[in-house]
């Protein structure tokens, strides 16, 4: 069976979070292991799965799994748990990604998130990422503007 067709949950494939265009451009095969493909199936689970079926809006992740040469080119740590398949970065078409952020933290189990890049003025400026580590999530919230991290807070119940 190909790439494409391998489901890790209902909506997500595998290809989906291991695409990536730099990869592909520089010539990085970023593939995982069977122990990296089994984190990304518990993240799909427990964080894709749900957002999808909430906001019942299909989407596909701009970043899942990055092998260590993918994460080195485009300059994120080698401490990053994309590497392990444990984290993923993605926006909701149609959805502010500070409401996606604050649904998240109000409804989902995780380990970090991140809302990178938001801008106020534009609702659908930047990113969000999140992780998920089975056992031991630590419900870390932050918000990123590529200099510094601040904490997020719970400032409404979103929809």
């Given at each position: 069976m190909g790439i494409s067709k391998v489901r890790l949950s209902?909506?997500?494939?595998l290809r989906e979070l291991t695409k990536s265009q730099i990869a592909e451009r520089k010539d990085i095969l970023n593939t995982c292991s069977d122990i990296e493909k089994s984190y990304l199936q518990v993240i799909c689970?427990?964080?894709?799965?749900?957002?999808?079926?909430?906001?019942?809006?299909?989407?596909?992740p701009s970043s899942g799994y990055r092998c260590l040469a993918l994460n080195r080119e485009i300059g994120s740590a080698d401490t990053s748990q994309h590497i392990l398949?444990?984290?993923?970065?993605?926006?909701?078409?149609?959805?502010s990604n500070m409401d996606?952020?604050?649904?998240?933290?109000?409804?989902?189990e995780y380990d970090q998130l991140l809302l990178e890049f938001y801008r106020e003025e534009d609702p659908?400026?930047?990113?969000v990422h999140?992780?998920?580590?089975?056992?031991?999530?630590?419900?870390k919230a932050l918000r990123f503007d590529g200099k510094v991290f601040q904490s997020l807070t719970l400032s409404f119940q979103p929809s």
């Open positions: 209902d909506h997500f494939t689970n427990e964080i894709l799965e749900p957002v999808r079926n909430h906001y019942g809006v299909p989407f596909s398949g444990q984290a993923v970065d993605f926006e909701v078409p149609g959805v996606l952020a604050q649904w998240i933290m109000a409804n989902l659908h400026s930047g990113w999140c992780s998920y580590v089975e056992n031991r999530n630590r419900k």
